[in-house]
């Protein structure tokens, strides 16, 4: 069941990438980002007090809530670098970069959380490795909305803490139920998006932002909420290296409406690397 809950995280995922690019065209990411979690919160409290988690929130254990924590702060850190990324570089060169941190969170599941890496898994790393190498390429046909290397550098950093929040975030869920551990996760990233809102001097641009961008953003929001709810359930019931992968299929999804939406198209290089990443991570599911 573990595995439909990461499909799931995948689609909702995909759909997050093009309903926040919509939301940012002339909206600061970072105040996007804080009003979208807004809605996530909302969307992950409702899930907990539906399901009845609310009762476990007195016997969550001091380590296992610092790790909650933890996670909180790294998935906030990799939205911002994330949809800033989004705002001032292509989908099709962004999401690549910020879907590598499959490789990462791999080897970190097997150093860390002692997840075996048979020699089949390993080749499917070598494959997501290098599909992501061929999509990151310069693209002439790219519309020129990127500043210098800035794109890079955030989308990099988008992957980084993607990983680490993976690997806390497991961490963070054992004998805690996963919608509760969501919902705990957002109330960090909340605070956080909102305190680089206010340190970035943007908190009165909230009254500004344009209507139609405010409902991309919000939507974004609540694919976002869908999407990780099914994403810490499967991680709650899955290995950490199994589902990561299958979550970053996200960008078959993404790809295809930046395509529809921002005709956005793919080189023939692209076109393999996509292969790879796609074979890789179904590899998985065999390895």
Known sequence: MWILFAFGSALFAGVTSILAK???????????????????LAFSWLMVFITGAQSQITS???RT???LILSGLATGASW???????Q??????????????TVLTIILAFIFLHEPVSPLKALCVVLIGAGTFLMIEKKETDPGQTEGRGWFLYAL???????????LGKVGIVGVESNLGTAIRTCVVLIMAWLMVFVKGRQKEVFHVNGRELAFICLSGAATGASWLCYYKALHDGPASLVVPIDKLSILVTIAFSYIVFQEKLTKRSSIGLIAITAGTLGMLAA
Do not use: M
């Open 60 to 62: 969550i254990e001091p």
């Open 88 to 101: 001032i570089g292509s989908i099709n060169k962004v999401v690549p970069i910020d879907k590598s941190s």
């Open 80 to 86: 911002l670098c994330y949809f800033h990324a989004l």
């Open 65 to 67: 809530l610092l790790f």
């Open 22 to 40: 919509c939301g940012i065209k002339d909206t600061d990411s970072t105040l996007a980002t804080a009003i979208r979690t807004i809605v996530v």
């Open 157 to 167: 950093g988008s992957a980084v803490f993607a990983s680490l929040t993976a690997i």
